[in-house]
């Protein structure tokens, strides 16, 4: 934006006040910080709770039904809420489905984040918009954004050019692009500058990295790996095909690469694997497990899964189930199949019944409890670095082993907060979500 354009923006939107709502993955929240900063730096207020805004910014999420539902509700309860404002919509709903969104009442715009910040100055200084960016070919928008006092979330990749037959992502994220090596780390080293303690890398296909600058992903980890002040880093979720010997390799000796990962399996049947048109059979799947197991005997390894996809037998699941049983990783994170209009999965035979979806997903969430409660106990008793997040008043407080474990600590002096320190793992706490643990040798 030229200077005379930013008086202008300025002008327009001085004063102003705005609410941003975000739906969805953290990629999302990311972005809806960094639209909240250029708001903010084009002089719009952002509205404290009660107050009545001129614009509400919705970042709508669209990977199943339910989420098109939500953000559809989100809309209409914001446009109650504020019956005067200027709604204005981006995400990925707005990019697969402008149209719907357009027409929900209250809605002014329906834009692409790249554009939003020009539209809604258009909006207010001539009443018009300016285009409709959604269906434009999409450039990396960098984003960082503060999740808890020392948690920050790193937008590193957006896209994916692997179109699963279930997935819209890809048509509503664009292709797979990244910001540059030295860009990332300098957001890093404002996050250490803010107080960040911890990044997590986010992305939609995180492990793709590369496909604008040809630079490597693992180049990227070990130079974040040296920003002085981020003691800890995690990788928000990352394909197995992707997961290569040199990155676990790299994070088993890193100063700052948590021994946690999260990758999608999807489905413990290669012929649903292949109805998925994933990159990767259960037999490697299960060799990729055990690499990390290899390299970081005690990782925390989080799966995702999708249940009652269509074309899935009882039989699949079955053969699934006993794989998921025998894998040696912490914990599943279940998801049941949703239609997704204009995707390939549709044309699959044998739609699986909500019943059935329903009776899937109970069985692996119970998979998944058993699993995590395994995993927990075989480490009480050790002593390993926490990183102390927040203290509701009154309430314990809560942390991160390395390898994530959730710890309850006590006893605790309020300074320590923030700050990592060693504790010794003891119980499961009352409500039977975190282990107990006391801290040892914190000056
Ligand atoms: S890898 Fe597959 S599931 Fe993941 S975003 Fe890309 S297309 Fe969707």
Redesign the pocket.
Same mark, same amino acid.
């Given at each position: 934006m030229n200077y005379f354009s930013y008086l202008c923006s300025v002008n327009a939107l001085k004063g102003k006040k705005a609410v941003y709502l975000t739906l969805g993955c953290k990629l999302n929240f990311a972005e809806t910080s960094t639209i909240q900063q250029q708001m903010e730096a084009a002089g719009v207020e952002t509205a404290r709770n009660g107050e009545v805004a001129d614009i509400c910014i919705v970042n709508t999420c669209s990977v199943t039904e339910v989420a098109d539902s939500k953000s559809r509700q989100a809309i209409s309860k914001l446009h109650r809420k504020h019956p005067e404002a200027h709604i204005v919509v981006t995400g990925c709903y707005a990019q697969l489905h402008p149209e719907k969104l357009a027409a929900l009442e209250g809605v002014d715009i329906v834009v692409g984040k790249e554009g939003l910040l020009n539209n809604v100055i258009s909006l207010f200084r001539n009443n018009v918009i300016t285009e409709t960016e959604t269906r434009k070919v999409q450039p990396f928008v960098p984003a960082c954004a503060r999740g808890e006092r020392t948690r920050f979330f790193l937008k590193v990749q957006d896209g %994916?050019d692997?179109? %699963?037959t279930y %997935?819209t992502? @890809?048509f509503a994220r664009g292709r797979s692009r990244n910001g540059s090596i030295a860009s990332l780390v300098r957001q890093a080293e404002e996050a250490a500058e803010q107080g960040g303690k911890e990044i997590v890398l986010t992305g939609?296909?995180t492990g793709d990295f590369g496909k604008t600058t040809g630079e490597r992903f693992i180049d990227l980890l070990q130079a974040l790996d040296r920003v002085e002040g981020i003691q800890r880093y995690r990788i928000s979720s990352i394909?197995p095909n992707l997961l290569t010997e040199d990155i676990i390799r790299f994070c088993s000796q890193s100063r700052a690469f948590m021994p946690h990962f999260h990758i @999608?399996l999807q489905s413990g049947s290669d012929e649903v694997l292949r109805l998925m048109r994933r990159r990767y059979d259960t037999k490697f799947f299960a060799e990729k497990i055990d690499e990390v197991r290899k390299y970081i005997p005690d990782a925390f390894i989080g799966v995702d899964v999708i249940v009652g996809m269509r074309g899935e037998t009882d039989e699949m699941f079955a053969q699934a189930y006993r794989f998921m049983q025998a894998l040696p990783v912490s914990q599943y994170h279940v998801f049941s199949y949703s239609e997704r209009p204009g995707t390939k999965a549709l044309q699959i035979p044998g739609k699986v019944s909500p019943k059935q979806k329903h009776e899937r997903s109970q069985h692996i969430l119970s998979l998944s409890e058993k699993k995590l409660h395994t995993y927990y106990n075989i480490h009480k008793g050790q002593t390993r670095p926490v990183l102390l997040e927040h203290n509701r008043k009154g309430g314990p407080v809560h942390g991160f082993t390395d390898n994530y474990i959730r710890v309850e600590v006590s006893p605790l002096r309020g300074d320590l907060e923030g700050s990592i320190v060693q504790v010794r793992l003891g119980e499961w706490n009352e409500k039977g979500d975190a282990l107990t643990g006391e801290t040892v040798n914190s000056k």
């Open positions: %994916c692997y179109f %699963c %997935c992502i @890809p939609v296909n394909e @999608p």
